[in-house]
């Protein structure tokens, strides 16, 4: 009796460790959305400070980022055990935020007429240079600004990660929730710390002896701002993408408007995919639109009041 209960307990872990396994991997791919702009948005928080201090600051976003899983985790499982019909409501406002966040990006880079990321750029270096600036304060600023980024990003994820596993056990919730929050952080932060120092690795091996090695270094330097650019542009468009799936699957009709379009492409499973995704970043950028709009005339209104 014994050795059965304890071969049936060792099954019980084992299902449990696969659903988990399942769970993480859906939770994960909703939030990949997410992750880019998290990823895109930390690396160019912690440019900007002395050399060596990058890692430093780094570190110290990625400690702030923990403290923000600490409490958004909990609240998240609360939320699912006593007001489990909130979970579709934060769903959709973490959606229409992803695509908000999105529209204003694009609209502060192609119709602001103030500063430029040039001047950003410029304004930083003139910052490290100027020996009246208290880079300590400064270095502290960046990194509530960094913190305070992650924060917003994290309940995105942990919101979509619960919505993920809602129908799960409370243990299940638990792991999966515990298991994204810790990849997520130490994924994108261990990606950041590359990132920012990708300079000074293609700096290091351009000054090789080896021919081969000087020309990969040079080769990295070039293509550094390259790569952020790219993850800039990848994480808003997978804000669209995300963030309009999210308002789609909330809103039965236009998901469903969305599906017959797909299908009536035709094309095999591949075109239908790309069709619907295509068509729900469409829908969240007109989504994002909108609540850009409704934000700016609060705005005002405030103003006025």
């Known amino acids: 009796m014994a050795g059965s209960s304890f071969f049936a307990l060792f099954d019980d872990i084992a299902t449990i460790l696969d659903d988990v396994s399942v769970m993480t991997k859906v939770a994960a791919k909703k939030t990949a959305g997410v992750l880019g702009d998290d990823l895109a948005l930390n690396a160019q928080q912690v440019t900007g400070v002395p050399v060596n201090r990058e890692l430093p600051v780094v570190w110290a976003v990625a400690k702030g980022s923990f403290v923000n899983k600490l409490i958004l985790v909990p609240a998240a499982l609360l939320i699912s055990a006593f007001a489990p019909w909130a979970i579709t409501p934060l769903l959709m406002l973490g959606g229409a ?19 430029s990321p040039e001047g950003h750029h410029a304004a930083r270096a003139e910052a490290l240079q100027d020996q009246t600036v208290d880079m300590v304060a400064f270095e502290k600023t960046k990194i509530k600004g960094a913190v305070r980024t992650d924060f917003i990003l994290s309940a995105e994820i942990i919101v979509i990660s619960l919505g993920a596993v809602a129908g799960a056990d409370f243990t299940r919730q638990v792991a999966v929730l515990s298991i994204i929050a810790i990849g997520m952080t130490v994924g994108v932060y261990g990606l950041v710390a590359g990132i920012v120092k990708l300079d000074d690795l293609g700096l290091y091996l351009s000054q090789k002896s080896s021919q081969a090695l000087a020309w990969l270094g040079k080769r990295i330097v070039g293509a550094a701002p390259y790569l952020m650019k790219t993850l800039s542009v990848v994480g808003t ?21 969305i599906e017959h379009a797909a299908a009536a492409v035709g094309g095999g499973g591949v075109v239908q995919a790309v069709v619907s995704t295509l068509l729900n970043a469409l829908f969240g950028i007109v989504a994002g639109a909108v609540v850009l709009g409704l934000v700016g005339v609060a705005k005002r209104l405030f103003k006025k009041a």
């Open 97 to 115: 935020f992803l695509c908000y966040e999105g529209v204003e990006k694009l609209a502060h880079k192609y119709l602001s007429h103030g500063a």
């Open 237 to 257: 468009a997978a804000m669209f993408m995300v963030g309009g799936a999210i308002l789609t699957h909330g809103i039965p009709p236009v998901h469903t408007a």
